[in-house]
Structures are given as structure tokens and as C-alpha cells.
């Protein structure tokens, strides 16, 4: 059967239908064409009930659903009554009803509305109302597939090698997983994380190819989130994170919202967390990492610190010393601060206008085991014992104090390839594992800019991710997604760096 074109004349339905043919379906309590994959229940029934029935096609109601109405990525809740149990889908208008029994919602808006096709939203089952009986049929199974996106893993194998380009419904092109995420209010801050953690590969694919029922709720949310990001049979272009900021705001116990801005370093480090304890992650330890988070991100630093110490010396020479006792800690972690160079409290006339730069190289040293830095009478550093696949940096821009948060503009420059941090990893790790190499190539970039408007100065995040596919990069900024040249990586304000190390 072919798939339905979608019905704008909805009305055509009651004079091309006729009655006799209404009541001998109203009889029927199943549908033939068994072409659609069920579960082996369902195959069961519908084979006894072929046996049973003549088939007869189902397409005159099918023809009445409107592809371009559905939108599966909201809450599923029932619109009258605002239950999340047991909610159906109208096929014909999109929206949400309770149950299908003859008192419910979804019964009601059938008779009330004459809309007769529904999906139940958690079993993916296709029933017509009022007649309650439940339609297998190929030419649904597109919708099921947007509701909830499976891959296998020959699919999945072929996202990062062959480049693909999707058409939604409205025949717009689009590349999956490079796709705009819908900012409801101010959850830019969540929309640049979200789409950072998509393309880390082993726990996107992980996200794509299991089962998540009866997990936490966080874990199946994002899975499916990441499963729309990345369906190439979408209805349309573009994904709305809703669910998962509701589980999000509801677990943070609403510090992270659709409603507020929010630091994205802060949120990303909560979520890894998160993420690792909801998947019986433990405490880390430096043995064998236990979840997917901690396999792919987390790493260690040796941290050394000695306390200075102030005197006087002659009367009025003030010296400073370190103390003897030196503490070394091997410290676990999900990301690495990197700090920019103050900025210069004077410029003169002609450098009034230029913004300083630095190399990350530069910024990188903190991490050799050499250089130290003094903080709160404390003199420190700092040497990586070893680093993960997956390498997140945050540029350390915003500085508070007592006031305000002041912001450093420094523009951080960049190799978009191989960036060697052997010089920064303890060379016992690196003799030891002689196959991994210490390069890694940027995969996603998280940038800052503020915003000058009537309102005053606002904040607005984007993200700038590669297609390892095809080796493009596209610069999101919520819905907006478009093709950016390699050369335009490092001329924003870069605040997360994501890293893949070369394998
Ligand atoms: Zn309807």
C-alpha cells in the first residue's frame, strides 16, 4: 500500500463514504493487511481475525489523517483532561485525547469531531474510533517511525561515513542530526548541550540502538530526543526538546528550565552527572569507569598544592615562601577549566579596539606539571594523569564578584585537527598505552555572544558542530542551522569545546 497523501479536503471523506460500507466496518473488530511489524501478540490476533473477517481496506479513513498537523515531540497529555495515562493522538488533527473506551475523551472527539484515526502514544497501536478496532497497516508505519525512531546497526554504522541529506514533509531539505532544536523560552543554554552530547558517537549510537523501558525516565527521554535529532524520515526539520526539559526541570528541582538562561557549563556538568548516576553509575574511583558517561568523559588530574606562606623580613621586606609540605591529589574530571589571560586594565590608543587573542595551546599549559598558579594563598599545579575519548574544555570567560559578572572576550584560537596534548599528559600514561593517541579533532564548539537590544545586553548561545559524514560544519542557533565555513570556528567566543580523540 502506498503511503497516504495527506487530505486536505478532510470534508471529501463523508461524501465518497458509504453508509453500508461505514456499518460492516463498525461490525469488524480488526483489520486485515498484516504487512506492518507488530509484536507476536498482536500478529496472532489480527492472523485470527483475518481468518474471521473479509478483509476490506481501511484506506478511506486513513486517507483523513494530516501528516502536517502531527507533532508527536510535546507532552503527552490528554487536552481536556491533562492526564499523561493512557493518551491517544488524533491522526486527522494532531491533538491529544484520554483513552479510547466508550465514556473517554478520545471516544467523544471521534464522534463529536468525525475524526476516526488514532494512535495510542506509549504502544504505538493504530485504533479507529468510535468502532475501537485497531488497524495494522504499512501505510502507518512512517508515523510510528517519527514517534519513536529505531536504527539498526548497519544504519547507524553509515552516519558518520556517508553523507545524507532528509526532505520533511513540506520537500525542505534537511541533514539529519544537524538539525535546529526549538527554543521555547530561554533554553538556548539547554539546546547547545543537548546538541553537543548527540555527537558524542558511542553514547549517541548507544542512545539509538537499546531499549531504554524501564529506565529512568531521563535516559529514555533523551534517547528519543537523539533519536528525532538524528531521524532521517522526519515530518519536519527541526526537533522540540520539550520532554526532556520537563524531566530536566522536574529533576533539578527546577533550576534548569525552558523559563530562565542558564550557564551551559553548569548544566552540562549536572546532566553528565546525572546521566551517569541514572545508568547505576558509582562513585568514580580510578579504576574501571562505570557507565558510558564516565567511559567516554572522565579523566584525571594530579593536583599539587603548597601554601605560601607571608613574612617579614628586615623590619619591612615582605617575602613570600612556599611551605614545605606539598599535597598531591588525583582529582577526577568531566571537563577541563581553561583560563583565559586577564584582560589589560589599560590599552593604548591604538589597540583601544582590538580584542586580545591567545592560542589554546597557551591555555593548555596550566595542565604540563610545570606551570603554577597562585590562587587564595595557595600555590598549584596541575598535570594530567590521563584523558578520556572524549575531551570537553570550558573557557573560563564570566568572572564574578561582589557586583556583577564581567565578562573576557578573548578570542581563543584553534587547530580544528590533531591537537597534540601529549605535552600536557603524564608520560607513565602514554608509555603505558601505546595504542592511543594523545591527538584529538574539535567535533563541537559552544559559543557566546551577547546581544545588544532595546532591552539591554542579552546572552545567546550557538553551537558549531562537524559532520564527520561529509566534514562540513553547521552553526545552530536553536531553529537556525546553516552550512558555515571551517575558517569562521575561531572567530567567536568560544565557551565549550568538545574534542574526539583520533582513533
Ligand atoms: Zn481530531
Same mark, same amino acid.
Given at each position: 500500500?502506498?503511503? +497516504? ?51 476490506? +481496506?481501511?484506506?478511506?479513513? $486513513? ?6 498537523? !502531527?507533532?508527536?515531540?510535546?507532552? /503527552? ?7 499523561? %495515562? ?31 484515526? @488514532? ?8 485504533? #479507529? ?48 542530526? @544537524?538539525?535546529? $532544536? ?7 543554554? @539547554?539546546?547547545?548541550? !543537548?546538541?553537543?552530547? +548527540?555527537?558524542?558517537?558511542? =553514547?549517541?549510537?548507544?542512545?539509538? %540502538? ?7 525516565? #531521563?535516559?529514555?527521554? %533523551?534517547?528519543?530526543?537523539?533519536? /528525532? ?14 520532554? =526532556?526539559?520537563?524531566?530536566?526541570? %522536574? ?5 534548569? +528550565? ?8 553548569? @548544566? ?80 593604548? *590608543? ?14 593548555? *599549559? ?109 552553526? #545552530? ?27
Amino acid at each position: 500500500m502506498a503511503m +497516504s497523501e495527506v487530505n486536505e479536503d478532510k470534508h471529501s471523506l463523508k461524501r465518497s463514504f458509504n453508509e453500508e460500507e461505514a456499518d460492516s466496518m463498525r461490525k469488524r473488530e480488526k483489520v486485515d493487511n498484516v504487512s506492518g511489524s507488530t509484536s507476536n501478540d498482536d500478529q496472532t490476533t489480527i492472523n485470527a481475525s483475518v481468518k474471521k473477517h473479509k478483509p476490506i +481496506s481501511s484506506d478511506l479513513y $486513513l486517507d483523513t489523517i494530516n501528516r502536517k498537523l !502531527l507533532d508527536f515531540d510535546f507532552e /503527552k497529555v490528554c487536552s481536556v483532561s491533562l492526564t499523561n %495515562l493512557s493518551v491517544y493522538a488524533c491522526l486527522v488533527c494532531g491533538r491529544y485525547f484520554q483513552g479510547r473506551g466508550p465514556s473517554s475523551h478520545a471516544y467523544f472527539h471521534a464522534l463529536n469531531d468525525n475524526h476516526h484515526v @488514532f494512535v495510542n502514544c506509549s504502544t504505538l497501536k493504530f485504533y #479507529i474510533l468510535p468502532e475501537s478496532y485497531q488497524v495494522v497497516s504499512s501505510a502507518l508505519q512512517d508515523i510510528a517511525y517519527v514517534i519513536k525512531p529505531t536504527y539498526t546497526r548497519e544504519e547507524v554504522a553509515k552516519l558518520d561515513r556517508i553523507p545524507q541529506v532528509s526532505y520533511d514533509l513540506m520537500h525542505k531539505p534537511y541533514v539529519p542530526g @544537524f538539525v535546529g $532544536l526549538n527554543n521555547i523560552q530561554s533554553n538556548d543554554y @539547554f539546546n547547545v548541550i !543537548l546538541q553537543l552530547l +548527540s555527537h558524542v558517537k558511542p =553514547l549517541r549510537n548507544y542512545l539509538l %540502538l537499546n531499549n531504554f523501558d524501564g529506565c529512568p525516565h #531521563i535516559i529514555q527521554r %533523551l534517547a528519543i530526543t537523539v533519536r /528525532k535529532i538524528w531521524n532521517p524520515k522526519a515530518f519536519k526539520g527541526h526537533v522540540s526538546p520539550q520532554e =526532556l526539559i520537563h524531566e530536566v526541570t %522536574l529533576l533539578s528541582h527546577k533550576k534548569y +528550565s525552558m523559563n530562565e538562561q542558564k550557564d551551559p557549563l553548569e @548544566f552540562v556538568s549536572w546532566l553528565l552527572n546525572t546521566l551517569h548516576v541514572s545508568l547505576g553509575g558509582k562513585k568514580s574511583t580510578m579504576e574501571k569507569p562505570t557507565s558510558i558517561i564516565h567511559y567516554n568523559f572522565q579523566g584525571h588530574v594530579r593536583a599539587e598544592s603548597q601554601k605560601i606562606r607571608q613574612h617579614t623580613e628586615n623590619g619591612d621586606h615582605v617575602v613570600f615562601e612556599g611551605d614545605r609540605v606539598i599535597k598531591t591529589d588525583i582529582v577526577p574530571y568531566l571537563y577541563l577549566t581553561l583560563n583565559l589571560p586577564p584582560r589589560p586594565l589599560f590599552q593604548d *590608543e591604538f589597540e583601544g579596539n582590538i580584542i586580545p587573542q591567545v592560542e589554546l595551546v597557551k591555555l593548555l *599549559e596550566k595542565y604540563n606539571g610545570v606551570t603554577t598558579q597562585e590562587l587564595s594563598g595557595m600555590r598549584r599545579r596541575f598535570h594530567l594523569m590521563n584523558t578520556p575519548p572524549y575531551l570537553l574544555f570550558h573557557m573560563k570567560r564570566f568572572m564574578k564578584n561582589n557586583y556583577f559578572t564581567e565578562r573576557n572576550p578573548t578570542i581563543v584560537t584553534f587547530p580544528l585537527d590533531n591537537l597534540d596534548m601529549s605535552p600536557f599528559i603524564d608520560d607513565a600514561f602514554l608509555k603505558a598505552h601505546p595504542k592511543i593517541i594523545p591527538r584529538y579533532n574539535l567535533i563541537a564548539n559552544v559559543v557566546y555572544e551577547s546581544v545588544l537590544s532595546a532591552d539591554g545586553e542579552s546572552h545567546v548561545f550557538r553551537v558549531q558542530l562537524r559532520n564527520s559524514a561529509s566534514n562540513k560544519w553547521y552553526q #545552530i542557533q536553536d531553529l537556525y542551522v546553516e552550512e558555515i565555513s571551517s575558517d569562521m570556528i575561531n572567530l567567536g567566543e568560544s565557551l565549550i569545546q568538545l574534542w574526539e580523540r583520533v582513533h
